[in-house]
């Protein structure tokens, strides 16, 4: 393979990813931009999607039906753990840290406990590959890559086009008028993280045929989203989904010339780095549609 295949190779990687990832920070982002809450636990969510898509796929042989039924049941079990958790210490930040942070023990706990600790693998439901421009490029990823972006722009329309999208928009901009206006601001937050649950859980699915299923896969992750979201400027969903896909590009060229975990720690200094120079995130705080 020549350095100009290479480049290309590895950029339709970073980018596969880099969309995977934006899912993830989309959802923590979203949580974050209508609680102002730090879900610690989201990683977790991730791993969990890919964990329950492993048990459907072995139950049904339908990576279909992985994707439709892992999502729905992370997204259910945020749904959970907003009323149950985060409801009663709404409004203490510091103790929502806390808890999230005990809801990522249970979980990986949990998973540990019926899952086991070895490495599963999911394989890939798409075989084959597609020549681009002289790449013979993975069909299951350009898969990836399309129900990724479907999936974002799913999200902006159902937050711009929807009577529930209107009421999470209102109650971003001040949850003490959506009160006095009638929206249920209990619902909206329950729905908001169910939201994000159901992003993350689908970015575990979609990750699975990619990446190894382990019960601590949600660690490797969560670094990158919680950098994403904040360099992003946290509440963007832009911002989150924009630095994302560099990110993800950014280690796909830096992977032509180092290892994969050499790339991962030279991009992340490199966010880090303008984390330094731009505090608030390099784009500015939008409203949650955009």
């Known amino acids: 393979m020549d350095l100009t295949t290479l480049v290309l190779f590895q950029l339709l990687?970073?980018?596969?990813?880099?969309?995977?990832?934006?899912?993830?920070?989309?959802g923590l982002a979203?949580?974050?931009?209508?609680m102002e809450v730090i879900n610690v636990a989201h990683g977790s969510l991730y791993m969990l999607g890919a964990v329950i898509a492993w048990y459907v796929l072995g139950a049904t042989g339908s990576f279909a039906a992985a994707v439709l039924i892992a999502p729905v049941c992370v997204g259910a079990l945020s749904m959970a753990m907003e009323r149950v958790v985060l409801r009663p210490i709404e409004n203490e930040k510091v103790l929502t840290i806390i808890a999230t942070t005990g809801v990522m023990l249970v979980l990986q706990h949990s998973v540990l406990a019926t899952f086991g600790g070895d490495i599963q693998r999911v394989p890939s439901p798409v075989p084959g590959a597609v020549k681009i421009l002289g790449v013979h490029y993975?069909?299951?990823r350009l898969a990836v890559a399309m129900t990724s972006v479907a999936a974002i722009a799913g999200l902006w329309l159902f937050l711009s086009k929807t009577r529930y999208g209107l009421w999470l928009r209102a109650v971003r901009q001040d949850g003490k008028m959506a009160t006095a206006l009638g929206i249920?601001?209990?619902r909206v937050y329950m729905l908001a993280v169910g939201l994000g649950g159901l992003l993350a859980g689908l970015g575990g699915v979609l990750a699975a045929p990619i990446v190894v299923v382990q019960y601590q896969m949600g660690f490797d992750i969560l670094a990158t989203v919680f950098i994403v979201v904040v360099i992003g400027g946290f509440g963007s969903l832009f911002g989150a989904a924009a630095t994302a896909v560099l990110l993800g590009m950014m280690e796909g060229l830096i992977t032509v010339v180092a290892t994969p975990t050499w790339a991962r720690i030279a991009s992340l200094a490199v966010m880090g780095a303008i984390l330094l120079a731009r505090p608030d995130g390099i784009f500015r705080r939008r409203a949650i549609a955009r």
């Open 184 to 186: 249920p601001v209990g």
């Open 13 to 26: 990687n970073g980018l596969v990813w880099g969309l995977v990832i934006a899912l993830i920070a989309l």
């Open 138 to 140: 993975p069909l299951y």
């Open 30 to 34: 979203l949580i974050f931009g209508i």
